[in-house]
T-cell receptor
Framework: SQQGEEDPQALSIQEGENATMNCSYK?????LQWYRQNSGRGLVHLIL?????REKHSGRLRVTLDTSKKSSSLLITASRAADTASYFC?????????????FGKGTKLSVIP | ETGVTQTPRHLVMGMTNKKSLKCEQH?????MYWYKQSAKKPLELMFV???????ENNSVPSRFSPECPNSSHLFLHLHTLQPEDSALYLC??????????????FGPGTRLTVL
């Protein structure tokens, strides 16, 4: 399977703590993207990190990419109750004339006030 | 609000019905996508349209029929569905279709229940 796999499947933390989610994949990628989904709603794009990048920041989000280990992590610092959602990684394996963005099953994050 | 709208938000249909899902993007994007999200399964890409041309069809049964009349609108026509087709159907768009390094903008989804 080429899909990203998130770890853990579920994570529960207290407000103010940091949350770390990991994603592993199996084949080379063009980029890796993280998305967030509130219950029963559409996905919202958070960060895209290209294969030649190692780290990226956006507000309280920090994403790392280790292509040698085929893994990525998403860190949310100083979590808030509003961060409660499912987080998905998606790996872009698109090639010439072929589109392929595959999603993992997600990590369900609960931030307790 | 991502600039991608979907209607209806909820749909209940019988196995013999014919219905359509509609997606509209207000972002000036050139590519649109249909995904299926079932419980406890990864998001499944169904169809990709780039500049109104279908460029990807991930072995989707023929009871799902997409239509892209222009770059802003995407439909998914449904007929003789099965109960296992019950899922959240998500539409997305991106600036380019087959170009890499594109983020996708998702609509809120249509929750479909097939009785």
């Amino acid at each position: 399977s080429q899909q990203g796999e998130e770890d853990p499947q579920a994570l529960s933390i207290q407000e103010g703590e940091n949350a770390t989610m990991n994603c592993s994949y199996k084949t080379s990628i063009n980029n890796l993207q993280w998305y967030r989904q509130n219950s029963g709603r559409g996905l919202v794009h958070l960060i895209l990190i290209r294969s030649n990048e190692r780290e990226k920041h956006s507000g309280r989000l920090r994403v790392t990419l280790d292509t040698s280990k085929k893994s990525s992590s998403l860190l949310i610092t100083a979590s808030r109750a509003a961060d409660t959602a499912s987080y998905f990684c998606a790996t872009d394996h698109s090639g010439a004339g072929s589109y392929q963005l595959t999603f993992g099953k997600g990590t369900k994050l609960s931030v307790i006030p | 609000e991502t600039g991608v709208t979907q209607t209806p938000r909820h749909l209940v249909m019988g196995m013999t019905n014919k219905k359509s899902l509609k997606c509209e993007q207000h972002l000036g994007h050139n590519a649109m996508y249909w995904y299926k999200q079932s419980a406890k399964k990864p998001l499944e890409l169904m169809f990709v349209y780039s500049l109104e041309e279908r460029v990807e069809n991930n072995s989707v049964p023929s009871r799902f029929s997409p239509e892209c009349p222009n770059s802003s609108h995407l439909f998914l026509h449904l007929h003789t569905l099965q109960p296992e087709d019950s899922a959240l159907y998500l539409c997305a768009s991106s600036q380019e279709g087959l170009a890499i390094n594109n983020e996708q903008f998702f609509g809120p989804g249509t929750r479909l229940t097939v009785l």
